[in-house]
């Protein structure tokens, strides 16, 4: 039976984002996520996200982690979660600064200011629920004219040569907790999403797409990181290096 949540104003079955996020009023209960994370014990407050860009490999737990990606939380480098000081100081998304882009080692400077509030830096966001990055058009045209081999389709997506071949890194974190993650390649060529031929070459839709209406930018990072999410007191993004199983 279709549940048909493209009529009701939902775009997905389990929220993963804070409270404030939540469809269901915190005076009805609590989202499933922290309703389950309150009955396990503190150091178990966390639920992990691997994501591969094949069929199979990926992983998601709840107070565990996948052996096939780590063995401890100790692994992990953890960042405080960035919190809307215009909100109250209100939790909303899974925020980090975005400090960094470099392609090649070239870096993209400077950035759009952040939407968000008094934030000093850009804010990404990592969300399962997002399939492309997506960023300020200022900032994705910049990106794609320092790639090369890029162009525009009629209806505005960016495309890239599905040979073209380049090093993307983004730098996440604050406060002595920056670190620099390298975006797969199948994440900026994203083949999946459609191909073109022309006599200038095949083309590729690009992994990296503008939205302004995006607020703030969201990030695919969860493909090439194993990342935590800690359900505790203190809210924090737990990030590790490690390329899934199976991938190169």
């Given at each position: 039976?279709g ?43 966390y639920?992990?996200v ?48 975005l ?98 031929e ?22 695919i990072l ?17 990030s ?9």
């Amino acid at each position: 039976m279709g549940l048909y949540l493209s009529n009701t104003g939902h775009s997905g079955i389990l929220g993963l984002a804070f409270d404030s996020q939540a469809s269901i009023q915190l005076v009805s209960g609590q989202p499933l996520i922290k309703n389950l994370a309150s009955h396990l014990p503190e150091e178990s407050r966390y639920f992990a996200v691997g994501l591969t860009n094949s069929v199979s490999g990926s992983s998601f737990t709840i107070g565990e982690l996948d052996p096939a990606y780590a063995n401890s939380t100790e692994e992990f480098k953890w960042s405080d979660v960035y919190v809307n000081p215009g909100k109250g100081q209100v939790y909303d998304y899974w925020k980090l600064p975005l400090k960094a882009i470099s392609i090649n080692g070239t870096f993209l400077e400077p950035l759009t200011e952040s939407k968000v509030v008094d934030s000093p830096t850009p804010v990404a966001v990592l969300d399962t629920g997002t399939t492309l990055v997506l960023g300020p058009t200022i900032d994705v045209q910049y990106f794609w004219k320092t790639v090369g081999g890029s162009r525009q389709n009629s209806a505005g997506q960016w495309q890239v040569l599905c040979n073209r071949g380049v090093v993307v890194k983004i730098t996440l974190g604050g406060n002595g907790t920056e670190a620099e993650y390298v975006m797969h390649p199948g994440d900026v060529n994203w083949k999946d999403g459609g191909r073109e031929e022309d006599a200038s070459g095949k083309w590729c839709m690009g992994g990296i797409q503008a939205n302004d209406h995006a607020s703030p930018s969201r990030v695919i990072l969860l493909r090439v990181v194993l990342t935590g999410f800690c359900l505790g007191e203190l809210w924090r993004l737990a990030s590790r290096r490690h390329l899934p199983p199976g991938s190169s």
